[in-house]
């Protein structure tokens, strides 16, 4: 069983749709949550940080669930601009290592 | 400031052969990572140096391993180079204190074995 699981898409929305990701993990004990985003053949950038409370950055909400040891993205009103892959990332309690989902790919279609 | 560059961008190389890739961290980083990103399977993490140490390594053979110079820039050698290696390996830099926060990548090296 991989470490970090998403679906892998990809997930064809118009614009202004909500479009929702989830990821599973299978460390307990891990210690930090992200969201990244990488364009076609570039770098990975961080997107947010993922909380049990939940964090808002302007259409972007993410979500921790350590019960379930699940993390969601939802991205409101989506932009042409959001098509790209959105990689799920954990990292453990030791060490400042990434440990990266295979990734959710989304086209955002006009 | 100047992000995390890696030099070359494109190499080819053929089966059997040794692979120097490069990486320059952000001014004032100390800690270097590595990571593989192979077709289909995702970023996968190969080594970190801090401070001229590895300090922690991913699950790939010992034909991979590397070094950090006294400058904190690294090198990534691959040995005996296998057409699965051909990926895009990508370097970034962070601040230890920063921790998983802290991270900035370069714009990676791709690597074709033929």
């Known amino acids: 069983r991989k470490e970090v699981e998403q679906d892998p898409g990809p997930f064809n929305v118009p614009e202004g749709a909500t479009v929702a990701f989830n990821c599973t993990y299978s460390n307990s004990a891990s210690q930090s949550f992200f969201w990244y985003r990488q364009d076609c053949r570039k770098e990975p950038k961080l997107l947010m940080s993922?909380?049990?409370s939940g964090n808002e950055d302007g259409r972007f909400t993410a979500q921790l669930n350590r019960a379930s040891q699940y993390i969601s993205l939802l991205i409101r009103d989506s932009k042409l601009s959001d098509s790209a892959t959105y990689l799920c990332v954990v990292v453990p309690r030791a060490g400042n290592m990434l440990t990266f989902g295979g990734g959710t790919r989304l086209m955002v279609k006009p | 400031e100047a992000g995390v560059t890696q030099s070359p961008t494109h190499l080819i190389k053929t089966r059997g052969q040794q692979a120097t890739l490069r990486c320059s961290p952000i001014s004032g980083h100390t800690s270097v990572y590595w990571y593989q990103q192979a077709l289909g399977l995702g970023l996968q993490f190969l080594l970190w140096?801090?401070?001229?140490?590895?300090?922690n390594r991913g699950n790939f053979p010992p034909r991979f391993s590397g070094r950090q110079f006294p400058n904190y820039s690294s090198e990534l050698n691959v040995n005996a180079l296998e057409l699965e290696d051909s990926a895009l390996y990508l370097c970034a830099s962070s601040l230890p204190s920063a921790g998983p926060w802290g991270y900035t990548f370069g714009s990676g090296t791709r690597l074709t074995v033929v």
């Open positions: 993922v909380y049990s």
């Open positions: 140096y801090d401070e001229g140490e590895e300090r």
